[in-house]
């Protein structure tokens, strides 16, 4: 009996001792002046996930499936923030999340991240890995494996004097996108119009994002669009909408419905397109050394020639690096000239813009986008608006953390709302307008909402490790298409709202004018 007590007595004192631990790690991590109570009063005090709000298994799926947000979750964020608070808990199916919806949160589980971060688990892709016997990538790779993965993938694309070097192959890419906008609203009955302006610039991103990573054009601006660049981009579309839908669904439904397999068919199909251009590439280069010439190329070469990747390591990664660029460039600028169409003076004071730093429609370089503020601005509140991943994901492998007066284990998924953040009043009054000038030096609210408030390209070491082509394609696209056309909406158009299928999307087709300017 005393055996036991002392056993109790030495186990409760470890446990203390780690929170009060974990504690410190939290309030040092805090850049706000906090009154620091003493640490050893804190722990019971604090407060943990069975805590917290939230809705029930019937409730949320009252929410998704009675209510309509099966395709409006980011919509849920906001409903459920002002319902249960800033941090609250959810559970569906064997999901048990903590989600947190305001800047300060959402910077507290960052900053207790540790050195190797998670997302989520992704275990429908690493099955799909083993089932194949293929490498890990970016997304299913965890702790030093994938710090060494993205430690060789970070130079030659995150560094902007790096990410300029890809200026020619983007006009050039851009460049087919004005003859393909020029071609369809020529072809329309007015002249004029140019129907579902998504799906174009959803070819735009592939064929930009893909000229930079193999190297090599897949002609998805073309008039005919060669078979297999059809069946890569086919592909892409099934595999992020099946991945969702599979994360929810029991395994036991796999004989049921069909989603499974057409999972791993786009899965066959994207990688077997990708080994194929970068098996090309390899060929390619080695035919030179053969004949003892210099090979030259950009960012495949440098990673086939760096040695850092296996070729294994690099089909996947590369494949996972497309899905996510695509979407970025195409639906971000779907939005921006949605917006523009409907705001003649937003749209005429970037097109003074561009034409004041660009005139005679000479072609951005990287340093005169450094004179286009304003260009800036248009993204970035565009990106407020509909970030491209409404929430994000944080899976508490390396640490305890603390959160919101709340205390997490090991193994804590986080649910980052972005979306709930980034239209927050307190942050961005008249969240829901679209006012790019509060992202200018000098306006009111430039430096008035939290650094953490609209992060669309994330932060750390997990951030986007394509925001700089990303940024780079949008710049240049949407600056060429101003100097060439203005862009107004088609007449009675309603207004589009945003949807959730993994990212947020038009909910429908966006439709413009494209009016050439003289």
């Not at 688990?121 to 997304?139: F, T």
């Not at 995150?158 to 393909?180: F, G």
Request: net charge positive; aromatic share 10%; with cysteine.
């Amino acid at each position: 009996m005393a055996a036991c007590t002392i056993s109790r007595s030495v186990n409760g004192g470890r446990k203390v001792a780690r929170l009060q631990e974990v504690i410190t790690r939290h309030l040092k991590s805090q850049s706000s002046d906090l009154n620091l109570q003493s640490v050893s009063a804190l722990p019971g005090k604090l407060k943990t996930i069975d805590d917290l709000p939230g809705p029930s298994l019937s409730t949320t799926a009252y929410w998704l499936f009675v209510k309509g947000y099966a395709d409006k979750s980011h919509a849920m964020q906001v409903e459920h923030k002002g319902l249960y608070g800033p941090i609250w808990r959810s559970r569906f199916g064997p999901f048990n999340i903590v989600n947190v919806a305001t800047p300060e949160l959402i910077s507290q589980v960052i900053r207790q991240e540790g050195r190797y971060p998670v997302r989520t688990a992704l275990p429908h892709w690493k099955e799909y890995r083993d089932m194949r016997g293929q490498a890990y990538g970016l997304h299913v790779n965890m702790g030093e494996p994938w710090y060494r993965m993205r430690s060789a993938l970070n130079p030659k694309m995150l560094k902007l004097q790096e990410a300029a070097a890809y200026t020619p192959v983007i006009h050039a890419v851009v460049s087919d996108l004005l003859k393909r906008i020029e071609r369809l609203r020529l072809r329309s009955e007015d002249h004029r119009t140019v129907f579902d302006i998504t799906s174009e610039l959803y070819k735009f991103g592939f064929e930009g994002i893909s000229s930079i990573l193999f190297e090599t054009r897949l002609g998805c601006l073309q008039e005919e669009i060669p078979t297999d660049t059809l069946r890569f981009i086919n592909a892409a579309n099934n595999m992020l909408t099946l991945s969702e839908i599979i994360l929810f669904l029991p395994r036991w439904t796999r004989n049921i419905f069909p989603y499974w397999k057409q999972f791993i068919q786009a899965w066959d199909d994207l990688y077997d397109v990708a080994q194929t251009l970068i098996d090309r590439k390899v060929m390619k280069m080695k035919e030179k050394v053969h004949q003892g010439e210099k090979f030259e190329g950009m960012y495949l070469t440098y990673l086939l020639s760096s040695g850092k990747l296996t070729l294994a390591e690099l089909y996947i990664t590369i494949t996972e690096l497309l899905l996510g660029g695509v979407d970025t460039t195409s639906n971000t600028m779907s939005w921006t000239l949605y917006h523009l169409a409907r705001d003649p003076k937003v749209q005429n004071r970037l097109y003074q813009e561009v034409t004041s730093v660009c005139p005679d429609r000479q072609l951005p370089t990287t340093d005169d986008l450094s004179r286009m503020p304003y260009l800036k601005a248009v993204i970035k509140e565009t990106l407020r608006l509909y970030p491209v991943v409404p929430g994000n994901g944080r899976l508490t492998v390396e640490n305890e953390v603390v959160v919101g007066g709340y205390w997490f284990p090991k193994e804590t998924q986080f649910h980052l709302c972005h979306y709930a953040a980034s239209h927050d009043e307190k942050e961005f009054p008249d969240a829901e307008r679209f006012i790019p000038e509060r992202w200018l030096r000098g306006a009111h609210s430039y430096s008035q909402h939290h650094p953490y408030s609209s992060i669309p390209f994330g932060v750390g070491v997990r951030a986007c490790l394509g925001k700089r082509v990303a940024e780079l394609e949008m710049y240049f696209a949407l600056s060429r298409i101003l100097q060439q056309y203005e862009v107004l909406p088609l007449d009675g158009a309603q207004t589009i709202l945003p949807k959730t299928r993994t990212l947020l999307i038009p909910s429908k087709p966006i439709n413009l004018r494209f009016i050439p300017r003289t």
